[in-house]
């Protein structure tokens, strides 16, 4: 079983940074693979980040790529989301997820995720 809290969101200007953070609960998280989604209001959740069970380098849309970073820190039970030259598009509310299964590759369909945080919200001013 993984339990997830995120922390780290606020308020920021255009072209700033962010560093959210995902503190897990359980004895097996550095076995699953995990991901980083958002949801704006009106729209979908959608993945913005996800990184193997066995970490190295991450999965980033198009939308993301370049700007946002997903590592992991084993011994700390933490998973990080640095979000750089943010625009006011990445205003939403993120949220951070386990695979259903350990040992697997990164996912980027959000039913593969069977744990989740509560969110916070990231706002981007103009």
């Known amino acids: 079983q993984v339990q997830l809290v ?3 969101g606020g308020l920021v200007q255009a072209g700033g940074s962010l560093r959210l953070s995902c503190a ?3 004895r097996t998280f550095s076995s699953y693979a ?3 989604f958002r949801q704006a209001p009106g729209k979908e959740r959608e993945l913005v980040a996800a990184i193997n069970w ?3 380098n991450g999965y980033y849309p198009d939308s993301v790529k370049g ?6 820190d084993n011994a700390k039970n933490t998973v990080y989301l640095q979000m750089n ?6 205003t939403a509310v993120y949220y951070c997820a386990a695979d259903q299964y350990p040992y697997r590759n990164y ?7 069977g744990y989740w945080g ?3 919200q990231v706002t981007v001013s103009s």
């Open 24 to 26: 897990a609960s359980g």
């Open 85 to 90: 030259s943010l625009k006011p598009e990445d």
């Open 107 to 113: 996912k980027v369909d959000l039913l593969s995720y």
């Open 67 to 72: 700007r946002f970073t997903i590592s992991r």
């Open 54 to 56: 066995s970490g190295g």
């Open 34 to 36: 995990m991901g980083w």
């Open 6 to 8: 995120e922390s780290g």
């Open 118 to 120: 509560q969110g916070t």
